[in-house]
């Protein structure tokens, strides 16, 4: 036995590797079928963009530089009609190019993943420092009323399960999933063990299991998410960005429209359970617990161990989704702590939900930086002793 | 008769809800019979076309006709179409686009698909004005004419689509106008089966705007200003720069060979692959 386990442990160790956040992206994509990239060159996240280069026609997949970002997401949107997981990659300002897309690929019902890597902004901004200004344009940055998934990763394994996961999530749900990274995660270096592939689930998108004649392209199966064939396949069917009806014709009845829009919502909002991911630290006994994302949740960390060392009963609740917000994981730490603390490099995005479904019972604590700079642990762990009880 | 009865049932959707949506005597309707037409002579399967279109009139081409179809947003059909044949290159994939969309707010994906060389079939239906929003000038919409965005004439110079694309790398281009139904047919079918990014501009008649600014109030009137305005290329070359001006060169404008993008792809997948 004993054997057995050094053994896995050497395998392991010769298994670790050295990573970049980018490129742990890129490995997560190609683990979980992506065959289709285009993209546009922007720092922070050019790196996706090169690996996808070299490596996805090695797999048999096929790379396009585009001429920009409005580009890349077409492009992406249109191969993934055509059948292939497909995904693009971008910071901040090529991340307001793809809002329009990303309201098509939502109406449209296109399973795609878009990489956000924030740098700080708004437009030119500053190239390239850290931020996580774009957790509001992530939610609502294109126009109308629509539901959207958002992920985040906070070290570099994470942005390998979490670009896995969005890809599963996109699929699941036939919507596009935003990874919402950010400078630090994704150029960092970390040592990684990639699991295997046959360790990891992967999710394909629904197929029609009717003939063409049968299959109604926008009918509502029961889970909200209908069958989607590839062109070329035999189901010929409308696809457009108007509203539209059962078969993807465009309408303007209010009865057909009404019921497209709450079925789109409903995909989301009938699932939500299944979209809590989160990590905690010591929040069981926590009298405050600290509540951060990405990069920050780093430095939570650290500050919630340094307290801890000192005494302080104070935990860690790292948030993986943004969007949906998690409320049921959420309350449930507003309900046991005292107070909450909500550090961020923006002014406030996350903390505003936080205290939308908070109930009155805990006082939640902000801590925002906008300058460009990381937020440290040695300021989180100052501002926990400051409001410490 | 007997042919277009057969079209009709073979290729519009029996599911759709007709009327269309374009105006009596509009040119879209010429160029829509003239594309089935032609899919239907070389005989593409319907399971494998693609008819891709943006935002206008000739957006809402594709809804009608029974092929794959994807109305995307404006200007970017042509993105929507690259990924579309990369992914799968056995598809026949077709773009239908109007001036105001493919060459104003998609002329930037105009240019670089011609330059890129993806093999797609290309339709600008140049009608020479916004016509869905009411009659704006295009950037296809001739100096000093008047239109509702331009209600002292209009200021700036109109592009010539063909040279455009042309000068932009595509293999193969062509401009008619839908008077001209023998060349409509002809310029589909080389387009169609071009071997590269292929263009064709056809030039439609927009009679409830674009007639309003000529002074023709008739589609027969529209037509026959296409018919006395227009001169083949090959007659083009024995006329002079006056008497070629404010006259549209029709015909076969280019058509040449260069590698597509897809075969590049599969030349990089055949081939041992080192940085």
Same mark, same amino acid.
């Given at each position: 036995?004993k054997?057995?386990?050094?053994?896995?442990?050497?395998?392991?160790?010769?298994?670790?590797?050295?990573?970049?956040?980018?490129? %742990?992206?890129?490995?997560?994509?190609?683990?979980?079928?992506?065959?289709?990239?285009a993209?546009?060159?922007?720092?922070? =996240?050019?790196?996706?963009?090169?690996?996808m280069?070299?490596?996805?026609?090695?797999? *048999?997949?096929?790379?396009?530089?585009?001429?920009?970002? +409005? %580009?890349?997401?077409?492009a992406? +949107?249109?191969?993934?009609? =055509?059948?292939?997981?497909?995904?693009?990659?971008?910071?901040?300002?090529g991340?307001?190019?793809?809002?329009?897309? +990303?309201?098509? =690929?939502?109406?449209?019902?296109?399973?795609?993943?878009?990489?956000?890597?924030?740098? =700080?902004g708004?437009?030119?901004?500053?190239p390239?420092?850290?931020?996580?200004?774009?957790?509001?344009?992530?939610?609502?940055?294109?126009?109308?009323?629509?539901?959207?998934?958002?992920?985040?990763?906070?070290s570099?394994?994470?942005?390998?399960?979490?670009?896995?996961?969005?890809?599963?999530?996109?699929?699941?749900?036939?919507?596009? $999933?935003?990874?919402?990274?950010?400078?630090?995660? %994704?150029?960092?270096?970390?040592?990684?063990? /990639?699991?295997?592939?046959?360790?990891?689930?992967?999710?394909?998108?629904?197929?029609?299991?009717?003939?063409?004649?049968w299959?109604?392209?926008?009918?509502?199966?029961?889970? *909200?998410?209908?069958?989607?064939?590839?062109?070329g396949?035999?189901?010929?069917?409308?696809? $457009?960005?108007?509203?539209?009806?059962?078969? *993807?014709?465009?309408t303007?009845?209010?009865?057909?429209?009404?019921?497209?829009?709450?079925?789109?919502?409903?995909?989301?909002s009938?699932?939500?359970?299944?979209?809590?991911?989160?990590?905690?630290?010591?929040?069981?006994?926590?009298?405050i617990?600290?509540?951060?994302?990405?990069?920050?949740?780093? %430095?939570?960390?650290?500050?919630?161990?340094?307290?801890?060392?000192? *005494?302080?009963?104070v935990? /860690?609740?790292?948030?993986?989704? /943004?969007?949906?917000?998690?409320?049921?994981?959420?309350?449930?730490?507003?309900?046991?702590?005292?107070?909450?603390?909500?550090?961020?490099?923006?002014?406030?995005?996350?903390?505003?939900?936080?205290?939308?479904?908070?109930?009155?019972?805990?006082?939640?604590?902000?801590?925002?930086?906008?300058?460009?700079?990381?937020?440290?642990?040695?300021?989180?762990?100052?501002?926990?002793?400051?409001?410490?009880? | 008769?007997?042919?277009t009865?057969?079209?009709?049932?073979?290729?519009l959707?029996?599911?759709?809800?007709?009327?269309?949506?374009?105006?009596?005597?509009?040119?879209?309707?010429?160029?829509?019979?003239?594309?089935?037409?032609?899919?239907?002579?070389?005989?593409?399967?319907?399971?494998?076309?693609?008819?891709?279109?943006?935002?206008?009139?000739?957006?809402?081409l594709?809804?009608?006709?029974?092929?794959?179809?994807?109305h995307?947003?404006h200007?970017?059909?042509?993105?929507?179409?690259?990924?579309?044949?990369?992914?799968?290159?056995?598809?026949?994939?077709?773009?239908?686009?109007?001036?105001?969309?493919?060459?104003?707010?998609?002329?930037?994906?105009?240019?670089?698909?011609?330059?890129?060389?993806?093999?797609?079939?290309?339709?600008?239906?140049?009608?020479?004005?916004?016509?869905?929003?009411?009659?704006?000038?295009?950037?296809?919409?001739?100096?000093?004419?008047?239109?509702?965005?331009?209600?002292?004439?209009?200021?700036?110079?109109?592009?010539?689509?063909?040279?455009?694309?042309?000068?932009?790398?595509?293999?193969?281009?062509?401009?008619?106008?839908?008077?001209?139904?023998?060349?409509?047919?002809?310029?589909?079918?080389?387009?169609?089966?071009?071997?590269?990014?292929?263009?064709v501009? !056809?030039?439609?008649?927009?009679?409830?705007?674009?007639?309003r600014?000529?002074?023709?109030?008739?589609?027969?009137?529209?037509?026959?200003?296409?018919r006395?305005?227009?001169?083949?290329?090959?007659?083009?070359? &024995?006329?002079?720069?006056? &008497?070629?001006?404010?006259?549209?060169?029709?015909? !076969?404008?280019?058509?040449?060979?260069?590698?597509?993008?897809?075969?590049?792809?599969?030349?990089?997948r055949?081939? &041992?692959?080192? !940085?």
């Amino acid at each position: 036995m004993k054997k057995d386990k050094e053994k896995e442990q050497k395998q392991e160790e010769q298994n670790r590797i050295l990573l970049q956040g980018n490129e %742990a992206c890129v490995r997560g994509a190609l683990m979980a079928g992506c065959r289709f990239y285009a993209g546009y060159p922007i720092t922070p =996240a050019t790196e996706i963009t090169e690996v996808m280069a070299r490596e996805l026609p090695k797999v *048999g997949g096929v790379f396009i530089q585009m001429e920009d970002e +409005i %580009a890349s997401l077409g492009a992406v +949107i249109g191969a993934s009609l =055509a059948g292939a997981k497909s995904m693009t990659a971008t910071s901040g300002p090529g991340f307001s190019l793809m809002q329009e897309h +990303i309201g098509y =690929a939502c109406m449209a019902e296109v399973p795609c993943v878009v990489v956000d890597v924030m740098r =700080a902004g708004p437009s030119t901004g500053l190239p390239t420092q850290p931020s996580q200004g774009d957790v509001m344009q992530a939610r609502w940055g294109t126009h109308g009323d629509h539901s959207i998934v958002v992920l985040s990763p906070s070290s570099v394994y994470e942005f390998f399960e979490l670009t896995i996961q969005a890809f599963n999530l996109s699929e699941r749900y036939r919507m596009p $999933t935003i990874l919402l990274a950010d400078q630090i995660v %994704a150029h960092m270096r970390e040592g990684i063990v /990639l699991p295997s592939k046959e360790d990891i689930e992967i999710e394909d998108r629904p197929q029609p299991t009717v003939p063409p004649e049968w299959h109604i392209p926008y009918g509502d199966p029961g889970t *909200g998410v209908p069958p989607m064939p590839a062109f070329g396949e035999g189901y010929r069917y409308h696809v $457009t960005g108007l509203h539209h009806d059962l078969r *993807g014709y465009p309408t303007t009845r209010k009865e057909e429209v009404e019921s497209l829009m709450r079925r789109l919502f409903s995909k989301i909002s009938n699932d939500l359970e299944r979209l809590q991911w989160f990590d905690s630290f010591y929040t069981e006994d926590a009298v405050i617990t600290v509540i951060a994302y990405g990069c920050v949740a780093r %430095a939570g960390m650290q500050a919630v161990k340094e307290a801890r060392a000192k *005494g302080l009963k104070v935990g /860690l609740l790292k948030l993986k989704v /943004l969007w949906p917000f998690m409320r049921r994981t959420v309350t449930t730490i507003l309900d046991s702590s005292q107070k909450v603390l909500v550090p961020e490099m923006n002014v406030g995005h996350i903390s505003r939900e936080v205290k939308r479904v908070n109930q009155g019972n805990c006082e939640i604590l902000t801590l925002n930086k906008i300058d460009g700079t990381p937020i440290t642990p040695a300021e989180i762990l100052e501002t926990l002793e400051e409001v410490y009880p | 008769m007997r042919e277009t009865s057969h079209l009709v049932h073979k290729y519009l959707r029996p599911t759709m809800r007709f009327p269309h949506i374009w105006c009596p005597g509009c040119g879209i309707g010429i160029f829509m019979h003239a594309l089935i037409r032609i899919i239907d002579r070389i005989g593409y399967s319907k399971d494998d076309v693609v008819l891709v279109s943006g935002i206008g009139c000739s957006g809402r081409l594709p809804v009608y006709v029974d092929f794959n179809t994807l109305h995307t947003t404006h200007g970017r059909a042509l993105t929507f179409a690259t990924g579309i044949k990369l992914a799968k290159p056995r598809l026949k994939v077709i773009t239908i686009m109007g001036d105001g969309d493919g060459v104003s707010i998609g002329g930037n994906h105009l240019i670089h698909a011609a330059r890129r060389n993806v093999e797609i079939a290309s339709f600008i239906i140049n009608n020479q004005v916004y016509g869905m929003t009411g009659g704006q000038c295009s950037p296809t919409t001739p100096y000093g004419a008047r239109t509702t965005s331009s209600p002292y004439g209009n200021p700036e110079a109109a592009f010539d689509v063909s040279r455009l694309v042309e000068a932009a790398g595509a293999t193969f281009v062509g401009r008619t106008t839908v008077y001209h139904t023998t060349l409509l047919d002809r310029l589909i079918e080389k387009a169609l089966t071009k071997n590269g990014f292929a263009m064709v501009e !056809v030039i439609a008649q927009c009679v409830t705007y674009a007639g309003r600014w000529l002074g023709l109030a008739s589609p027969a009137e529209m037509m026959a200003w296409q018919r006395d305005n227009s001169v083949t290329v090959e007659k083009a070359k &024995e006329l002079n720069e006056t &008497e070629l001006a404010g006259k549209t060169i029709i015909g !076969v404008l280019a058509d040449r060979e260069r590698p597509t993008y897809n075969e590049e792809c599969t030349k990089l997948r055949t081939q &041992e692959l080192k !940085v």
